[in-house]
């Protein structure tokens, strides 16, 4: 009974890990844009679907391997990301937030539209290569090798966005950015442009976590505003604007939800809008946040 | 940094004109002339006082919420659940709806009232997902999924029957509008009215000169959970089916979308948001619905980036005298 | 976009049409139909309204002497507010005197409040919880009830031997749970012992605690209901991903496996077993003729599946009911010139049952297999024949 309780122990906490770690992909642009850019982006699961349908409409249309939509899926909402950053939403910096949130809900809008127009209504899914899918056994568990695979590539995101930061010459230029903007500027730094590629990359991850969890999170229109509230959550609970607090945020999230959900499904999705009140009131600015 | 809702004409005191019977006039209009459209003209009228409410936290008291359609949908499903165990007599279901409204107001605004904006914004959202959650999982009282059914309604006063055709129920809401109206139009224009829009507008400032702020808000934020309970109560008196669909976060951004639309904190701007998004929908979903979102979209992010927020201004400054206080 | 435009053009192609041509003995009959054109659930609506317009089509529009005119509304899918006031709209204003359509109970016990007060005969296509028709005397079914698929599925699982120990694993809302209740009482009546039963919220993202659950029940065979859409696909891909659909666990189920969702599960389905009033590759005359108007009408992407052919089935009960009232009847004589009527349907052989006004129908048991060119269909194995809502004969009124 006891290496039985382990086994599932160690399952729930496998998937809850997987699960956490594409809601960490996704959330990252978001903890950004929301943190450091002071902007309501209702749309930003908005990009994350759009990754996912361009990922798929390379595949079946194009007929595009994974390995390579997945990374063109990036490119490309990184692409669109920036293009939208200088239509829209560099006017709205200094609005309010009911402006900010009017016009983000409005792309979101868009967004669902576009595709629902494109693809139609039905759910969509990725076509795993072979490689990736099936399962292999740990400590006599089925672990499903595709939730393996996406561990590793966000922890290689993950990773790569910390040396980023924390170790380059640019990565320095963004942290004195966000500190402090005004400043920056003195010091001859183009805060308007560094901002604007934080907002793409945030948008290109959007689209990497949309594209990679296509497995656990099926693409249909609504998409955009299904998933808007986990994010949100996520971001609230790890603090805006902190890489490190959206990370373990989704992490808790995932497993706890997964845990939750087989341990107590009645409680089901209240758990998480729990925490999140409570985690709010006691730390308003959530786990890892500045104080502004 | 937070920049004010309106422009510096913010403070006027509204006056009595002949035009304030415009509405009245056009809805007994309606009434009268369109028989087979009474039951959009009831859906108008209690999406006219749910976004009534909202404005009431936003338009004046400078609340951003995603999560409006709680209050909305609470009162729903109170006014249901009372014509069911209680009683089917509908006046009194529209005063207990307005009290657990308000009660549900005034304990969340207790704790939300403060928090600051983005926090506010997030939780004001999860607040409303938990609720929508919460009347999911309590299906055996409300329903879940399938929706609270089998509400039936006394006819009003013991003399008038909910008919087919829905003049009684559309005459019910026009009268329960009416007296709303006129109960906001004083709540604004009174002293408390004019501290809250001083809340909204610099709410530092009105710390500083001894404002108790917090309570002023709670106030606000429990007067619009009533406003928007009785909405709610109206909605399944007279449609006798009430959804999860009325705590969604889709009613919420409607609500907010209609109260941009037609004017934040202005007098009127419920009636224009909520009568033109309405109608447009309508026309726009016999026609071809799928479009409709697309163009709802496009609409939004038009009225942010030409930097004119409300369709009252774009009209220009003849209505001006008669959309402003 | 050129689904919305297509059916403007339909619409006003019909409405061309079925201009009257000056003939002294028609007259114009509407039956309004509420369907979802927008909103979560869209995909119903299209297929309705395709299969309801080919049947008008395939009579010419007309129903004995008198003419038929569709007139199709949005209810947005699951808004029971919009769906009542497009009711109420087709009654008073466009004069139906036949209401049909809704895909969901909400929006359909909306519609029929209306049609209860106004008399009107209201033919409900999909909204499967069992005791709706018994709201109003003017509603009938031409879809089914969600006991009516469940209980032979589970009378044929403990039938076969393997299905020793069961786990049943539902969504939690309405239609779920009636599945669930109809799986525990059928197998435990044929002695098989319930491992475990686990209702999933229908707003879940990842099901793999669910799978854990499963697993950790050791079942010899799962039976499920997820409704169709992103539910079904989450959770059959899960089903999959955690290794249970090749673990030998004998997976059974009702609406997951439906034709719009089959084409992305790929070889991961192959085996499933569900029960549906419906097969579109089921080899009769009338499903040919069917499946091929369909193609013929709509283009080759166009399918059928249990959606169009409740829309097909509706037409031909208001039809017949027209027919046989002669245009003239009220909505009870309407509704009894049909009671126990007979016909052969795309679906099978079906009758309206004079008491309940459900209709009585073939349930085939089917399984997904690959076939040659590797597409994947729903290939029925056996039929269980007539078959009354089971529910509402263990729950007389």
Redesign the interface.
């Known amino acids: 009974m006891g290496f039985k309780l382990f086994q599932t122990i160690f399952a729930l906490l496998f998937n809850g890990i997987a699960y956490g770690m594409i809601l960490f992909i996704i959330s990252a642009g978001l903890s950004v844009t929301m943190g450091t850019m002071r902007v309501v982006n209702l749309a930003h699961c908005g990009f994350a679907m759009v990754g996912g349908y361009i990922a798929y409409a390379l595949m079946d249309r194009l007929g595009l391997s994974f390995s390579l939509a997945i990374p063109a899926a990036f490119v490309l909402t990184c692409l669109l990301g920036a293009v939208l950053e200088y239509l829209l939403y560099r006017g709205i910096y200094r609005q309010t937030e009911l402006k900010q949130v009017i016009m983000t809900l409005g792309l979101a809008l868009v967004m669902i539209a576009s595709v629902n127009l494109l693809f139609g209504a039905s759910v969509y899914n990725l076509n795993v290569p072979s490689t990736l899918s099936g399962n292999v056994e740990v400590f006599g568990v089925g672990l499903s090798v595709y939730r393996i695979f996406l561990i590793l590539v966000s922890s290689i995101v993950g990773l790569l966005i910390w040396y980023f930061v924390e170790r380059t010459y640019l990565g320095k230029k963004l942290k004195a950015a966000v500190d402090n903007p005004g400043m920056a500027r003195c010091v001859g730094i183009n805060v308007d442009v560094l901002f604007s590629g934080m907002f793409a990359v945030g948008c290109g991850l959007a689209a990497l976590g949309g594209a990679l969890g296509a497995e656990l999170m099926p693409l249909q229109p609504f998409y955009a505003l299904k998933y808007l509230v986990i994010a949100v959550i996520v971001v609230s609970i790890g603090g805006l604007g902190s890489i490190k607090g959206t990370l373990l945020a989704a992490l808790a999230l995932g497993v706890v939800d997964t845990f939750g959900t087989y341990f107590f499904s009645d409680i089901g999705a209240f758990l998480i809008y729990f925490i999140m009140i409570l985690v709010l009131f006691i730390r308003p600015q959530g786990l890892f946040g500045r104080r502004a | 940094m937070n920049t004010s809702v309106l422009p510096g004409d913010s403070f006027n005191q509204h006056h009595w004109s002949i035009w304030d019977a415009l509405p009245w006039v056009l809805g007994l209009a309606v009434f009268y002339l369109f028989d087979g459209y009474l039951a959009l003209g009831t859906i108008v009228i209690i999406m006219i006082i749910a976004c009534m409410s909202l404005n009431l936290v936003l338009g004046y008291g400078g609340v951003e919420t995603l999560g409006h359609a709680a209050f909305f949908g609470i009162g729903a499903y109170v006014a249901g659940l009372w014509a069911i165990h209680v009683t089917p007599e509908p006046i009194t279901g529209l005063f207990a709806a307005a009290a657990v409204s308000a009660l549900f107001g005034l304990l969340s605004g207790y704790f939300l009232m403060r928090m600051r904006s983005l926090t506010l914004l997030m939780l004001t959202l999860a607040v409303g997902m938990a609720v929508y959650e919460f009347a999911n999982k309590w299906s055996s009282v409300t329903g879940g999924d399938d929706g609270l059914s089998g509400i039936s309604v006394a006819p009003l006063f013991g003399v008038f029957e909910f008919d087919l055709v829905g003049r009684t129920g559309y005459l019910y809401a026009l009268g329960v509008l009416f007296i709303v109206f006129l109960l906001f139009r004083a709540v604004v224009c009174s002293p408390f009215g004019l501290a809250l829009r001083g809340v909204r507008e610099n709410i530092w400032r009105m710390k500083l000169i001894g404002s108790p702020v917090t309570l002023r808000l709670v106030t606000a934020y429990t007067l619009a959970g009533a406003i928007a309970g009785l909405g709610g109560a109206l909605y399944a008196q007279t449609i006798q089916v009430v959804g999860l669909d009325s705590l969604s976060f889709e009613l919420s951004g409607n609500l907010l979308i209609m109260v941009v639309l037609g004017g934040v904190g202005r007098l009127y701007g419920p009636f224009v948001g909520a009568i033109i998004f309405l109608l447009v929908q309508d026309r726009a979903a016999a026609f071809s619905p799928q479009h409709w979102m697309f163009a709802i979209g496009i609409v939004l992010i038009l009225s942010v980036k030409l930097s004119e927020n409300t369709l009252i201004q774009k009209a220009g400054h003849g209505l001006k005298k008669w959309t402003m206080w | 976009?050129k689904?919305?435009?297509k059916?403007?053009v339909l619409a006003l192609a019909t409405t061309a049409v079925l201009a009257p041509v000056g003939e002294a003995s028609a007259d114009e009959i509407t039956v309004g139909i509420i369907v979802p054109?927008?909103g979560?659930?869209?995909?119903w609506g299209t297929q309705f309204q395709q299969a309801a317009q080919l049947y008008a089509d395939q009579h010419g529009n007309k129903a004995g002497e008198h003419t038929v005119k569709l007139v199709f509304?949005?209810d947005?899918g699951?808004?029971?507010?919009r769906s009542?006031?497009m009711a109420?709209?087709l009654?008073?204003?466009e004069k139906a005197s036949y209401l049909a359509g809704l895909a969901?109970?909400?929006t359909a016990?909306?519609a029929a409040?209306?049609a209860d007060?106004?008399k009107v005969p209201i033919v409900i296509f999909n909204a499967g919880?069992a005791d709706i028709t018994r709201?109003s005397p003017y509603m009938l079914r031409a879809g089914f009830s969600q006991w009516s698929v469940s209980v032979p599925l589970a009378e044929w699982a403990a039938k076969q031997g393997d299905c020793k120990r069961a786990t049943l694993a539902v969504a939690d809302?309405?239609p779920g749970l009636d599945s669930l209740e109809a799986y525990r009482k059928t197998l435990t009546q044929a002695g098989t012992e319930i491992a475990t039963e686990?209702?999933?919220?229908?707003?879940?993202?990842?099901y793999?605690?669910?799978m854990?659950?499963i697993k950790?029940s050791a079942p010899q065979c799962l039976l499920m209901f997820q409704p169709v859409?992103?539910q079904a696909?989450?959770f059959v891909?899960a089903l999959?991903?955690?290794?249970l659909s090749s673990s030998g666990i004998k997976v059974l189920g009702i609406a997951e496996t439906q034709e719009?969702?089959l084409p992305?599960f790929?070889d991961s389905a192959i085996g499933i077993i569900t029960s549906s009033i419906y097969s579109p590759n089921n080899d009769t005359p009338e499903n040919q003729k069917f499946v091929a108007g369909l193609k013929e009408k709509f283009g080759p992407k166009a399918y059928s599946d249990m959606a169009s052919v409740e829309a097909y089935d509706a037409m031909h009960m208001i039809f017949e009911m027209i027919k046989r009232t002669d245009g003239k009847g009220s909505g009870a004589e309407s509704i009894d010139s049909i009671r126990g009527m007979k016909w052969v349907s795309p679906r099978g052989p079906v009758s309206v049952d004079p008491d309940t006004r459900d209709l009585i129908q073939n349930v085939y048991i089917r399984r997904v297999e690959k076939m040659a060119d590797g597409s994947y269909v729903n290939q029925t194995f056996f039929t269980v024949p007539d078959v009354k809502d089971p529910w509402k004969e263990q729950n007389p009124e």
């Open positions: 976009m689904t919305g435009i059916s403007l054109m927008s979560p659930i869209a995909y509304r949005d947005g699951l808004n029971p507010a009542r006031q109420q709209e009654v008073v204003r969901v109970t909400p016990l909306a409040e209306v007060k106004a919880t709201r809302y309405a686990i209702r999933i919220p229908l707003a879940t993202t990842d793999s605690s669910y854990q659950r950790d859409g992103p696909v989450g891909k999959e991903s955690s290794g719009v969702d992305v790929g």
